[in-house]
């Protein structure tokens, strides 16, 4: 805390008060201070610590006649510019005649925190024999004098430490703003990162291929087993879910408190995107691989799905409807997303069944309904983001 200057308001004090006897300048305090018990007089007092740090701090020479303002009492209290010098009790607590000449030194910018028996003397209940003569009789005008003192040194504090939280919540607003201003372009290049072409919604595959490349298949599938055309509906539903709740949580980034919940937030929304390229692109094998008659690659699929209960979308109609009215839970409902997907990438695992020879198959099927999916970008993403999420977890384990 800066320095506060009284100079001229203790002279101003002791212009208009130095009728008083216990009020004295610099000449008649040397004069009433020469042999204190026979102690020299109080210049020549070690004076200790500053109250704030009064840990065995010895200091002299902090009497300078240039400084000096007045004087209250008998060796009691000397007022200085930018500080104050007051006695500790001359006495032990058994009132046995062993003198304490120690003088603490308080800057008045430490006034409003003062814990010391100078703060204690303005209490009524207080003996003032400080402000007194060594009998110990009490002098009414003289506690009134420093009552008035008090105040007046206490005011620059007050005024200070007001102006202090002034600025103080001034460069707090500053920061906030600053904040607020650094975590809205954060979002907005993670929006701009996530929605390319800038339409509002997420870049995850578009169109419905998997729909088109069921309907064209439909008889094909309706020969081998009927039920199938209803489960890959459901595995169809799952995914329209999982899409539009994708949307949701890319809604939800502009929402986001701060920069460490963005963060979170934004890996949660790529592990979604991962996970929904994930089913996207075994959903669409599934489909080639039963019209192509390659029943082993189907099952494999089929199964993995009907473990991770795919054909049953009641899951994602829960998370989608939970987003929807989420109110303030929805840090909780994102990390149980983020479980959810962890757990169905973990399942899904590596696609063995990947060959030279399905891939071409998906390819060509997926020209023949015109379909903007390219199946070796999206198996390349795929296979990019799981070795992204690899490392990742392989350097926390490091660090």
Do not use: A, C
Request: aromatic share 10%; net charge negative; hydrophobic share 35%.
């Amino acid at each position: 805390m800066e320095e506060i200057d009284l100079s001229k308001e203790l002279k101003d004090f002791y212009e208009n008060n130095k009728q008083e006897k216990s009020i004295t300048n610099w000449e008649e305090t040397l004069k009433k201070s020469k042999g204190f018990f026979g102690k020299p007089h109080f210049l020549k007092f070690n004076v200790g610590g500053d109250v704030e740090n009064k840990i065995g701090t010895i200091f002299t020479s902090v009497h300078i006649q240039e400084d000096f303002i007045f004087s209250l009492g008998v060796n009691n209290i000397f007022y200085y510019k930018k500080f104050l010098l007051f006695m500790e009790h001359p006495y032990t607590s058994n009132r046995t005649r062993k003198v304490n000449l120690n003088f603490i030194k308080v800057n008045y910018s430490n006034i409003g925190n003062l814990n010391t028996e100078y703060k204690v003397i303005i209490d009524k209940e207080y003996p003032f024999y400080k402000l007194n003569s060594f009998m110990g009789i009490p002098i009414i005008n003289e506690v009134q004098l420093f009552k008035e003192i008090h105040t007046l040194i206490e005011k620059p504090f007050k005024e200070f430490k007001i102006r202090e939280e002034q600025r103080l919540n001034e460069q707090q607003r500053l920061q906030e703003k600053q904040r607020i201003k650094e975590l809205q372009v954060s979002q907005t290049n993670v929006l701009s990162e996530l929605d390319k072409d800038g339409n509002g919604e997420v870049d995850v595959v578009e169109g419905n291929d998997f729909n088109t490349l069921l309907k064209k298949h439909q008889k094909s599938i309706v020969e081998v087993d009927r039920n199938y055309v209803q489960q890959f509906v459901k595995v169809s539903s799952y995914l329209k879910t999982k899409k539009g709740n994708i949307q949701s949580i890319f809604n939800s980034i502009k929402d986001t408190p701060n920069q460490k919940v963005l963060n979170e937030y934004v890996e949660i929304l790529k592990d979604e995107i991962h996970t929904y390229n994930l089913i996207l692109f075994n959903s669409l094998n599934m489909i080639v691989s039963l019209v192509e008659d390659d029943m082993i690659t189907f099952y494999e699929i089929h199964e993995m799905f009907d473990t991770l209960n795919m054909f049953d979308s009641k899951h994602e109609k829960d998370v989608s409807q939970r987003l929807t009215n989420i109110g303030d839970g929805l840090e909780g409902l994102m990390y149980e997303i983020r479980d959810m997907g962890s757990q169905i990438s973990n399942s899904i695992g590596e696609l063995s069944y990947v060959t030279e020879e399905s891939n071409r198959q998906l390819t060509e099927q997926l020209k023949e309904i015109d379909s903007s999916v390219q199946t070796n970008n999206l198996l390349t993403g795929i296979q990019t983001y799981q070795m992204y999420k690899i490392n990742k977890n392989t350097k926390g384990l490091r660090e």
